[in-house]
């Protein structure tokens, strides 16, 4: 596989995309049209970001449940905006143990229905709340354009859903959890994200308000990756999810659902990989460390596995994820490539001169060429990785940050932010109007992607309308 | 909820179980027939399950993947004794985004198929294997009679799958994930099983071998709690998995299959249970200790409550699963109810006169009364309780062996193995005809659990045709 080379992202980005997921092992095409396979490779990066967020939602109180994949048709009906957002998507059990079903069944486009309709048995009184919970499943649009990790039938994700007495509560969750997933991206991730509010068109169908956190792509696009819905009691309406309150009325609850997916394993390529293939954050990467013997003779590769051998066992004592490249038959020079393109942190080379210093060769994957390179001694190394680790996931944050920076705009005319979009954000002021959301969107394939909760710089006059404008938007092409 | 009592398991022993199933808020039922919802207290349970099985996959070189809940309808068919196992139980989808499908998807009963298809592309030459996955997700199976936990439409399970180039190796995998789940079993779960060998009416579709782990539940009944299959060349056959060898032969994988599911919780429930709930075996409990203040006058609270929460804390940091029950208006004698029922192996009491001698009352689950109480100093409670679970998990596994010691009979004829099934396990000998394990099923509605790796004792003549056996089996009603 390492013999083909990627196609640069300059040449074709998303081609660089396609190929690179599939030649790092990460994922491949299920037999099912637009399914995927998620490899080790990718899912124990999956589950790396899994435990990253579920001590996050532990630690505010929220509780792992598992609601059922198969929802009665009819449930999805039920909310009238969540009807028309995901009547077109659902695939549909219509034949169960040989026989045709009285009612169809849909395997879960996301769990609100089944969820407020179990919520209306448990829920009683102001003492069951607030109720906290979260799910790790997969959930199956019908999308009709597909791409690995970013767009699947069935993708994996984690839904949260929270039921609470008072509007004020069930806003402060929705706005925690925002702020989990932006804490989780920036520094686990090494993200800058942009956390904001969505238009009225481009939120969740069923919310009265989704906030979502943006990032930008290596080629200016931007992507949602994680979004935190405000949804009123439409949910708890539909569902008659009501509760006593301490005066004895009965009052609907308000509810809140959030959402992290697979699509975030294409952000993490999309914003830190290279044309040599992926650079994985240090703080989510499956392998921190790999360490790569090399030698001629029987001779050396004796003394230099036997102290290969034994750096990574006290780089395991140390709690770094590492792996020692025992394969016989490639040469080192082409393990090198190989897990440069698997986007390894940090990689080790150990030969017999190192090991006759009793010293290695480190070497960062973020850096190319001898700039990345420092030679240190073999008894320091667990501490000189985990500083070199350090540094590396701050310097993918910092790259990132950089990047979207200098590829985001001021745009004060459509003819502005047309060019902006081209490869980067526009910033925009915005009147609110969905008629000049539209008209912005025709005009420049650009989609309003949130209005960022900080507010740089001073709104001004709507860029479609002229009228005043209370905020700036964030506009871009997406993902 | 605690207030209505459960019945007693002389009483009846399947309404103790659905009862408790519901009070203990494990699981409910979900609106789908025979789908249910599992809630935070059983979920907790299952990640600590997931866990100590997971770490132990890890140790033994397994990987985690994902392959897709949706398997094209023609994948099942091609190995024959697998369509006929699994046919009958398929959740079909037959339409997706509004269209009718050309060809019908299945939602997975198990992945043996699409797994078979994708390492028909991934495995090439004798360097790409042994291949060693396993993947935590649900299946469906259209079961007719369900009950929570043991038998539902959707469960919960991990699903080990691995290809190997030698049929030695392959044998070798089958036994070793059976040694993995009898050590979780007797180890984490304090649950004696016998590990053995199925019949082959009793086997996995597309099995030529397939083992299993059978505990006795509390009413003497058996329950497979984890099964292991080598599937010899038969999906590789179907599927085409195929690989070079070093001498440049293609040659066809040996594979194998394993899994245990949310079964396991029944069996938890069923072996460990009491006539006033659950009692969790302290290594997977969701709740190790609980600790209930005592007080009656305001200022008793506030000594009490400080106390009770420096030593929570306390126990977190010695790495206890601890919780403090701060609820107002129940009494502590409510509390010690509803914490029994919910199998919390040790309960602290903590009241004023404890606080004022530095010390607190120690109560074990599994032993009722004074019997099962002890007081200790503050100071040494977080070494005190580590001891005091370790015993708790040792005096269950060794309740629970007891158990099944005393109500296991051997058994020379029919008449003595339907008396001895009654309310427990028939140690049989059988010669191993599928014609004598139809006519024992049919006069003793006992079905053959496994032939057990560690024969006791010594085989004679077949309890059904009298002819020489082999070998003795264990015969059991199960669930």
Redesign the interface.
């Known amino acids: 596989m390492a013999e083909e080379k990627l196609p640069t992202r300059a040449e074709d980005f998303s081609e660089w995309y396609n190929q690179l997921v599939l030649k790092a092992q990460l994922a ?1 095409y ?3 049209r637009g ?6 490779y990718g ?2 990066l ?2 790396n970001i899994t435990a990253a967020l579920d001590r996050r939602f532990k630690a505010t109180g929220h ?10 048709r009819s ?1 999805i009906d039920k909310e009238k905006h969540h009807v028309e957002g995901f ?12 026989e045709e079903l009285a009612e ?2 849909v ?1 879960r486009p996301t769990s609100e229905t ?1 969820i407020g ?2 919520w209306s ?2 829920i009683q009184s102001y003492r069951d709340l607030p109720v906290l ?1 979260n799910q790790w ?2 959930v ?1 649009r ?1 999308e ?1 354009r597909t791409k690995l990790f970013l767009r699947t ?2 993708f ?1 994700w984690q839904e949260g859903h929270t039921a609470h007495a008072t509007r004020e509560e069930a806003e402060f969750e929705t706005r925690q959890m925002l702020d989990i997933y932006t804490d989780f991206a920036v520094s686990d991730a090494a993200i800058p994200v942009i956390p904001g509010k969505k238009s009225d068109a481009e939120k969740f169908a069923g919310a009265d308000t989704t906030f979502s956190i943006e990032a930008m792509m290596g080629d200016g696009k931007a992507l949602q990756a994680g979004t935190s819905h405000f949804l009123g009691q439409n949910f708890a309406q539909a569902f008659e999810v009501r509760y006593l309150d301490q005066n004895g009325q009965l009052q609907h609850c308000w509810t809140t659902s959030w959402g992290l997916s697979t699509r975030f394993i294409g952000a993490i390529i999309m914003v830190h990989g290279d044309d040599q293939g992926l650079i994985m954050p240090p703080k989510l990467a499956p392998i921190q460390v790999v360490i790569v013997p090399i030698y001629k003779t029987d001779e050396e590769k004796s003394s230099v596995l036997d102290a290969a051998r034994k750096l990574n066992a006290e780089l395991v004592k140390a709690g770094i994820r590492v792996k020692l490249d025992e394969r016989e038959g490639q040469s080192a020079g082409w393990k090198f490539n190989d897990w440069e393109m698997r986007g390894v942190p940090v990689r080790v080379e150990l030969g017999p001169k190192d090991v006759a210093k009793q010293a290695a060769v480190l070497a960062r994957r973020d850096k190319p060429g001898r700039e990345g390179k420092v030679s240190a001694p073999l008894a320091d190394l667990p501490v000189t990785t985990e500083k070199l680790l350090a540094e590396v996931q701050q310097a993918l944050h910092d790259k990132a940050l950089n990047f979207r920076k200098s590829n985001t705009h001021d745009t004060k005319n459509i003819e502005e932010l047309k060019r902006a979009v081209e490869n980067g954000f526009a910033l925009a002021s915005w009147c609110g109007s969905a008629d000049c959301e539209a008209k912005i969107k025709e005009e420049t394939r650009a989609t309003m992607r949130c209005i960022p909760l900080e507010q740089e710089g001073q709104a001004g006059e709507c860029i479609a309308c002229g009228k005043p404008a209370p905020e700036r938007a964030v506009f871009a092409r997406a993902y």
């Open positions: 491949d299920a037999p099912v399914c995927m396979v998620v490899r080790p899912w124990a999956w589950e509780q792992n449940v598992a609601f059922p994949m198969l929802i009665p449930f009547s077109p998507e659902l695939a549909v059990v219509t034949i169960g143990g040989g169809p069944l395997i089944i309709h179990m048995k448990w919970m499943n997969s199956v019908w009709l039938l069935e994996y």
